[in-house]
């Protein structure tokens, strides 16, 4: 059972930056991808950034890419995003998950089989 930990929400202005960390209990070899999502209220969760374990390759959707920087310190079992030139469409619960059946979706939110609790982002204009 791996059980995720999100860290380093918060407020900011537009324009700023934030880091979010998610530390696994574990890193088994079964983990494919690592993601996270977020979820504003009324919205559905989706996914923004992912990496493959494995191989270290990250995935972005068009909304943050250029913006966001997802990594891994494999040592310290800690997926990490970078948040910089935050918007107020950013705004939302960010969640990290694993997915360790090695199949679904990249950002198909039934792929993935566990997930932290959140951790909440707010950005004001």
């Known amino acids: 059972q791996v059980q995720l930990v999100e860290s380093g929400g918060g407020s900011v202005q537009a324009g700023g930056s934030l880091t979010l960390s998610c530390e696994a209990s574990?890193?088994?070899?079964?983990?494919?991808?690592m993601t996270w999502f977020r979820q504003s209220p009324g919205k559905e969760r989706e996914g923004v950034a992912a990496?493959?374990?494995?191989?270290?390759?990250?995935y972005y959707t068009d909304s943050v890419e250029g913006r966001f920087t997802i990594s891994q310190d494999r040592a310290k079992n800690t997926m990490y995003l970078q948040m910089n030139s935050l918007k107020p469409g950013d705004t939302a619960m960010y969640y990290c998950?694993?997915?360790?059946?090695?199949?679904?979706?990249?950002?198909?939110?039934?792929?993935?089989?566990?997930w932290g609790q959140g951790t909440q982002v707010t950005v004001s204009s």
């Open positions: 574990e890193y088994p070899s079964s983990i494919s991808f």
């Open positions: 990496i493959h374990v494995g191989g270290g390759v990250t």
């Open positions: 998950a694993a997915n360790t059946r090695g199949s679904g979706g990249l950002w198909t939110r039934n792929s993935y089989n566990y």
